[in-house]
């Protein structure tokens, strides 16, 4: 009551009158709206209700002028610390995509067996983004594939009865957690081989990412055509991300300065190359088995 | 297999504790080119067995300090919450 009073005081020091007492809010507010300003208590009361709401009282400009401050102040901590971590520029690279080449490459995904030449063009030694260069890696594919994965997992235990939110999480940071494993053993591999290429991490995560595309086709298939229809798109989808990831490594990964080095080199690099292939219907099976029963 | 934050920092605490554990010595013994003789060093491929070796022993050079920081928190963490 004190506070009600309290900004009624306030109104009334803000109109430049001298009311006594302000009419109580509850009362007013349904015939404030319809009445005309020339009724003094009751567009009164609204009005101060609502610009003491906004505007009068000096207390929330103050504080909504800290609370901005301050939010400005941690985005720009934020961009500089993520700044020291993960170069943007070269993460710009990686989500320079159109729709032709999101639409090519899919196509690629699923049928990779016609293309000709898995170089990736470079101009002037830049590696050229992936908008002018089909064979270019990109992120922009993997992360909505997984973003699709995860919906599309909630989605098929929605229709086995099976879902509870909890779910959506454990599947989406599993999926996560299988593919920084994955990065990270890719990664010891490249290092243990000493594949001189310029596979940076990025590219062996877009390489990984490439696995959700199958995975979402797996399900879906599943989903339409029952538990036979999901084991025929997971042969096709295993076969052709096989071939396109052995494709894609080789001509990465062996750059022409590698040709020339000894045969168990070759070899490791070779055998680096197959087990990444080896391993991602294995991967697929195992994310994806649950979710079509 | 359903992984929880917290265990694989666990399992990941686990392998670096069980790198950093390994005695040298004995390893130079048992493989044929150790990473201090140099053999291969000019070379422009060292092979796998010295790379893994340079390997090992930076990882235990560099996480020593952090390695025994991490360690006394887990303990004090697992004394208190099991």
């Not at chain 1, 992360?143 to 929605?158: D, K, Q, S």
Request: proline residues 6%.
């Amino acid at each position: 009551m004190a506070y009600h009073s309290g900004y009624g005081a306030h109104g009334s020091k803000h109109r430049a009158r001298a009311a006594p007492d302000p009419p109580p809010l509850f009362d007013d507010t349904s015939g404030a709206y319809s009445s005309q300003p020339g009724g003094y208590p009751a567009p009164g009361a609204d009005v101060a209700f609502s610009v003491n709401h906004l505007l009068g009282d000096p207390v929330a400009n103050v504080a909504m002028a800290y609370g901005s401050s301050i939010a400005s102040h941690g985005k720009d901590m934020v961009h500089k610390e993520l700044r020291r971590f993960v170069s943007v520029n070269k993460l710009k690279y990686f989500f320079a995509v159109d729709t032709a080449y999101v639409a090519k490459k899919l196509g690629l995904l699923v049928f990779p067996y016609r293309h000709q030449n898995w170089e990736v063009q470079s101009s002037r030694d830049v590696p050229l983004p992936p908008r002018q260069d089909l064979n270019a890696p990109d992120l922009y594919i993997p992360t909505m594939a997984f973003i699709t994965y995860v919906l599309l997992a909630g989605m098929a235990l929605g229709i086995q009865k099976r879902f509870s939110p909890e779910v959506l999480g454990l599947c989406a940071s599993t999926a996560l957690a299988w593919v920084v494993m994955e990065v990270l053993a890719l990664l010891l591999g490249v290092y243990l081989a000493t594949v001189r290429s310029d596979l940076s991490t990025f590219h062996l995560l877009a390489y990984s990412g490439y696995k959700y595309v199958g995975m979402i086709l797996s399900v879906l298939t599943g989903l339409l055509f029952g538990s036979d229809g999901y084991y025929v798109a997971l042969a096709w989808t295993s076969s052709s991300l096989m071939y396109f990831i052995v494709r894609s490594l080789r001509t990465a990964a062996l750059a022409p300065d590698n040709m020339g080095g000894p045969a168990p080199r070759q070899r490791l690099q070779l055998y680096l190359t197959l087990g990444a292939a080896a391993f991602q219907p294995l991967i697929i099976y195992w994310l994806t088995f649950h979710l079509v029963r | 297999m359903a992984f929880t934050l917290y265990s694989l920092l666990q399992a990941a605490l686990l392998c670096v504790n069980a790198i950093a554990v390994l005695h040298e010595e004995r390893f130079h013994k048992n493989l044929a080119g150790g990473a201090d003789q140099g053999i291969g060093g000019f070379r422009e491929e060292p092979g796998i067995k010295s790379q893994l070796m340079n390997l090992i022993r930076s990882v235990g050079t560099v996480m020593r300090v952090p390695l025994i920081i991490i360690n006394s928190i887990a303990i004090v963490l697992l004394l208190l919450f099991g």
